[in-house]
């Protein structure tokens, strides 16, 4: 079974800082990584997503995340951020194997952005 | 393509009603998923269909939970009867089946069991 852990509930961040999102898996077999954002009372819209190649993926809006195998870590970052970041982050993972496209979620992290 | 449609966006029901929610995937896309998402338990696969045949309903709740895909382009979500411990976001999402396919999610339908 794979599991995901989002390390932190909430990030306040100010406006135009940097922002960094912590999620961790685990995993006996290959995995796929994505992460998505819920924006308020909307739903989930992918970010970007890490399947093979370059450990480094980058996403919309100006989000990247780098996937590190040792440590088990799929990170997301943004380097300055905007009120309307304001949303909900989840990390999310999938089985390399598994055609069916089933995610498994970690809580979710909510970033709220001030001026 | 308008996404995917989920109805009603708020439903607001008496508890032993009978509930159903309705969702529309994107045209050409073969799987969909029901997803819960609550405060204590954060998000949950609750079942998925491919080919509108379902695949897995092992994360549904309970007896009272049924979901349908009648044909490719309709899904139901049915609870009967509703409890206020139902209460949450019901999403649904659909995909193209492959490897490391993007699910594209509904906005939601925001369950209220009084």
Known sequence: AQSVTQLDSQVPVFEEAPVELRCNYSSSVSVYLFWYVQYPNQGLQLLLKYLSGSTLV?????FEAEFNKSQTSFHLRKPSVHIS???????????????WGKL??????????TP | DAGVIQSPRHEVTEMGQEVTLRCKPISGHNSLFWYRQTMMRGLELLIYFNNNVPIDDSGMPEDRF??????ASFSTLKIQPSEPRDSAVYFCASSLRGEGTEAFFGQGTRLTVV
């Open chain 1, 85 to 99: 970041d304001t949303a909900e982050y989840f990390c999310a993972v999938t089985v390399t194997t598994d055609s």
């Open chain 2, 66 to 71: 049924s979901a349908k895909m009648p044909n």
């Open chain 1, 104 to 113: 498994q979620f970690g809580a979710g992290t909510q970033v709220v952005v």
């Open chain 1, 58 to 62: 980058k996403g919309i809006n100006g």
